[in-house]
Structure formats: C-alpha cells, structure tokens
C-alpha cells in the first residue's frame, strides 16, 4: 500500500498563505510515491480545496462535531467539512484531547459522523510521556483504539506520541517499530482481518532530516506532520523520503 503523508496545518494559515502552500504541494506532488493530503484550518478549506481540484493531492478537516447541524455554537459538522470540500478528518488529535476534553467514546461518536458524511477518518492515538516511562504506553495506545475506533472501522490510525508533537524528540526507531507491531495487533483483535489494511501513520516532529529512517520503519504506512507541513519544502522532503 502506497504510504500517505499528510499535513496538520494546525491553527495556521490566512487565505493568500494557504493557497501558495496548497498550490506548492501539487506542483510537486505528479513526481511522489505517496498519497498526499493536507489538513488546513476550516475556514480556508473550501479555497484550498478549490485550488487543488483536478490534481492528486486530498483536503481534510482537523475536527468535527457528532451531530449534522444544531445548536453548537463554533463547531463544524462533518457535513460542512465535506461540503467545504474536504475528504478527510483528523480525529482525536491529542490537542483535542487536551485542550477540549475530548474522550475515546467522543471520538468514537466523532468517527461515526465522519464516516456517515462520507469523510475519512484518521483517528490519531498516543500516549504522555509520563505514560511512557511508566512502561504503560501499549495499555494506554490500546484503550485508545478499543475505545476510538467502532468495530467497522475503515480509515487511518495515526501513532503521535503527545510527549514528541512539536517537540523536535521522536521516539527511536525500535520504539516505533514495537509501538506500530502492537498497533497492528490491536487492530485485528478490534475489527478482524480489516485491521490489516488500516493504514497506521507515525507523527510527531517528523521532519525531512528524520523522515526516511521513520518510513522505513515495519507497519508506518505514512506520516501525519505538523510544523513541517506549513513549508513546502519540508512537507515535500518527507514525501520524498517514503
Ligand atoms: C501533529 O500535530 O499532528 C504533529 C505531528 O505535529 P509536529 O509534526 O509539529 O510534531
């Protein structure tokens, strides 16, 4: 399966920016081995979606709500987002978890709007570095996913260890490579042998320096990237890497 890079613009981007960032990615993406997707802020969706129509690169959401529409003053529904042009979300991102309280069971319930919209859902999981050097980052990634993902799930995980988002640390390689084998595992325990084919990206501080080891590593179907995914050359360094 061809590896999927994707960028978390995060809380970035006016419109003029956003374009030329957009437009920067699909001139190169016709060259690339790897599925491309950027995630910008909601309000400049429909613009960037615009401008990428016609090329091979995907626009995604970074949150929706559960509900089609109603009294949610600020929220999004997956509805909007797809109107808007996107095909993707990212759900549960640890920011969301933190910063809204999100929950597995939110999540979940976010998963399902998402795919009743016809978006796809990357359902990002990960655990604190406190949970880490307590050794409990597998019984902290599992809850996640049995708790986040319905039992007919079909879309993407991505692995983004809270501890190495925007933080410039990544987990070694070996750590990885353990964490996206018992990824795996988990999956086909939760949704049978779908879990095969759910694509599992790794994030956090990937950037082009660190890229080609990170891919490289068994089970990372990808990458889901933040900081550098707001410089077009850094974002299109990791998707050479794959
Ligand atoms: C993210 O927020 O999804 C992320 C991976 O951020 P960064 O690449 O900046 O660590």
Redesign the pocket.
């Known amino acids: 399966m061809r590896q999927l890079i994707a960028g978390?613009w995060?809380m970035n981007g006016l419109v003029a920016d956003s374009l030329s960032l957009a437009r920067a990615v699909a001139d190169a993406a016709p060259g690339l081995a790897c599925d491309l997707l950027v995630c910008p802020p909601a309000t400049v969706i429909r613009p960037v979606a615009e401008a990428l129509a016609g090329s091979v690169v995907a626009v995604g959401g970074q949150d929706c709500h559960t509900h089609a529409n109603g009294a949610h003053t600020g929220d999004v529904s997956a509805a909007m987002l797809r109107d808007a042009g996107a095909a993707w979300v990212?759900l549960g991102?640890?920011?969301r978890r933190t910063d809204h309280g999100e929950t597995d069971t939110l999540v979940r319930a976010k998963v399902a709007a998402a795919v009743g919209a016809g978006l796809t859902p990357i359902v990002?999981v990960g655990e604190l570095e406190a949970e880490r050097l307590a050794g409990r980052e597998q019984e902290v990634v599992g809850r996640q996913i049995r708790g986040s993902l319905p039992e007919d799930f079909a879309g993407v995980v991505?692995y983004?260890p809270v501890w190495?988002?925007?933080?410039?640390r990544t987990p070694t390689e070996a750590d990885v490579a353990a964490m996206h084998g018992f990824i795996r595992a988990e999956l086909v325990a939760h949704l049978g042998e779908r879990g095969q084919s759910v694509r599992i990206l790794y994030?956090?501080?990937?950037?082009p320096s660190n890229a080609a080891a990170l891919m490289a590593v068994p089970e990372v179907g990808g990458?889901?990237?933040?900081?550098?995914?707001l410089v077009a050359a850094d974002f299109l360094a990791i998707a050479r890497a794959t």
Request: proline content about 0%.
């Open positions: 978390n995060k990212i991102h640890s920011e990002c991505a983004e190495a988002i925007g933080t410039g994030g956090g501080s990937v950037k990458a889901l990237v933040g900081g550098a995914s």
